[in-house]
């Protein structure tokens, strides 16, 4: 079983940065792809970056590729979205989720999944 604690979101002005920890526990140091997702009111969640625990490979979605930056902190059990140059349109809510297969990540089918934070972000 692996549990997944989002943190870090709240609200902030356009042009602005913020960077969110998702904090993991009760996996198998090395088994599991981690990613970021959202999902805006009306809208279907999105996709947005990856990494694989063990080699620090990272996968981003082209809408964020660039502006969003993924990674991780292995002592701390911890991935992180470094978040800048926010916009209206980033607004949403944020989850991180897991799994053995990164191309499962990828298509929105991870396994395990956090609660999630509220990020806004005011003009």
């Known amino acids: 079983q692996v549990q997944l604690v989002e943190s870090g979101g709240g609200l902030v002005q356009v042009g602005n940065s913020l960077r969110l920890s998702c904090a993991v526990s009760?996996?198998?140091?090395?088994?599991?792809?981690i990613g970021w997702f959202r999902q805006a009111p009306g809208k279907e969640r999105e996709f947005l970056a990856a990494?694989?625990?063990?080699?620090?490979?990272?996968h981003y979605a082209n809408s964020v590729s660039g502006r969003f930056t993924i990674s991780k902190d292995n002592a701390k059990n911890t991935v992180y979205l470094q978040m800048n140059s926010l916009k209206p349109e980033d607004t949403a809510v944020y989850s991180c989720?897991?799994?053995?297969?990164?191309?499962?990540?990828?298509?929105?089918?991870?396994?395990?999944w956090g609660q999630g934070t509220q990020v806004t972000v005011s003009s």
């Open positions: 989720a897991a799994d053995e297969i990164l191309r499962v990540v990828v298509i929105n089918q991870a396994h395990y």
């Open positions: 009760g996996h198998t140091f090395g088994s599991y792809n």
């Open positions: 990494i694989d625990w063990s080699l620090g490979r990272t």
